[in-house]
């Protein structure tokens, strides 16, 4: 393996900021310090990766990684690993990743990220939904930009998206196979990319099964995707008189909000309602009964983004490109039924 920026500072007993440094001719360096660093250099016979690339616009060796505050949480981890497989990747790269987060009220003279402000970086990747005002403005500074798990075909943007639609195409296929019919959807009306297409896989498993869909068994209309989210939406559905057997929901976050309804209304899960999410967060697997998901391999998210936006860096004419990382359904206990299933619709 060939040696990195790491390698040389262990070296030369120094940070790799100060080899960084030395290799972009940053500031004062102590001589001593500086022949420490060449030797090590020419020790290790360390090539810089970023050498080939044009210095005239790689001037940082930093990405920027920019997320909305409510995703970037410890109750709900999925942009947390994102931001790790990234930071994991760009070390190959001797990159450094800079986070910024940005707020829902955001404004460009009070939210934008410092880094871009004082050009310290050479790409920029933003992960999951933020005000479309933030796109607007980071393309302002005319740097390479991937979108991660967000963005439509109107963007002009490269993007690294999810399987959505196969996703919850297979998760609700797995219901249909446990001999369920009566099966729900609960999503958002938040205008994300990702709700559009994992309701689009769902609607085809359903249709291409031939199995009813009920108006009553889905639910748009809340605007997050929260647990309280699906808490609320359950409970409005079965208010109104509806009786899915089997829900499908946009995440995880709804679908535990799904169970934990369920379980304030008497409703028994999975007996009498099956559940599957999206995401496979941590906690999906330690709730009881364990959560069935549509398992996302969130570092290769931050892996592909990161290969994305240094593959835009190394070559500034290219064309946006859209790439997608596959999923993979977990069964666990919340869709599994133990006794005969009884078809209810006659009872909606």
């Known amino acids: 393996m060939a040696p990195t920026i790491r390698d040389v500072a262990k070296r030369a007993n120094v940070a790799p900021s100060t080899v960084s440094a030395v290799l972009n001719s940053k500031g004062y360096i102590h001589p001593d310090t500086f022949a420490r660093v060449q030797k090590a250099i020419r020790d290790l016979e360390y090539t810089p990766r970023r050498s080939a690339r ?21 109750a709900e981890p999925f942009y947390t690993r994102v931001f790790l497989g990234a930071e994991l990747k760009a070390r190959e790269y001797d990159l450094y990743v800079l986070l910024s987060t940005v707020p829902e009220r955001y404004s460009a003279r009070n939210d934008l990220p410092r880094f871009l402000l004082e050009h310290n970086v050479d790409g920029i990747i933003i992960a999951g939904s933020v005000p479309r005002k933030v796109i607007l403005d980071v393309l302002n500074y005319k ?21 959505n639609r196969l996703g919850t195409k297979r998760a609700t296929q797995h219901l249909i196979e446990q001999g369920i019919e009566n099966i729900g959807y609960i999503g958002a009306s938040d205008g994300h990319p990702s709700e559009r297409e994992r309701f689009s896989g769902f609607t085809e498993a359903i249709n291409e099964a031939g199995v009813p869909l009920h108006a009553d ?34 995440n995880d976050a709804i679908a535990l909000g799904v169970m934990r309804a369920a379980d304030r ?18 906690v999906a697997g330690l709730v009881s009964p364990s959560l069935s998901t549509v398992r996302v391999f969130k570092e290769e998210l931050g892996v592909a983004a990161v290969q994305t936006i240094t593959d835009m860096i190394d070559h500034p004419d ?8 596959g999923v ?7 869709s599994f039924v133990n006794h005969l299933i009884r078809n209810t619709s006659d009872e909606t």
Request: hydrophobic share 40%; proline share 4%.
């Open 328 to 334: 993979e359904f977990v069964a666990r206990k919340s």
């Open 54 to 74: 044009n210095l005239t616009q790689q001037v940082s060796g930093n990405i920027g990684f920019i997320v909305h505050d409510a995703h970037f949480n410890q």
């Open 265 to 282: 209304l008497g409703v028994h899960v999975p007996d009498d309602l099956a559940v599957v999410g999206f995401d496979d967060v941590e």
């Open 143 to 163: 740097l390479p930009m991937v979108l991660v798990d967000f963005g439509d075909d109107e963007m002009n943007v490269s993007r690294v998206l999810i399987e």
């Open 318 to 325: 290219r064309k946006p490109v859209t790439s997608r990382v």
């Open 217 to 250: 068994w889905i639910d748009h209309e809340e605007k997050d995707t929260r647990t309280e989210n699906g808490i609320v939406a359950f409970e409005r559905m079965w208010n109104r008189g509806a009786r899915p057997r089997g829900m499908v929901c946009f």
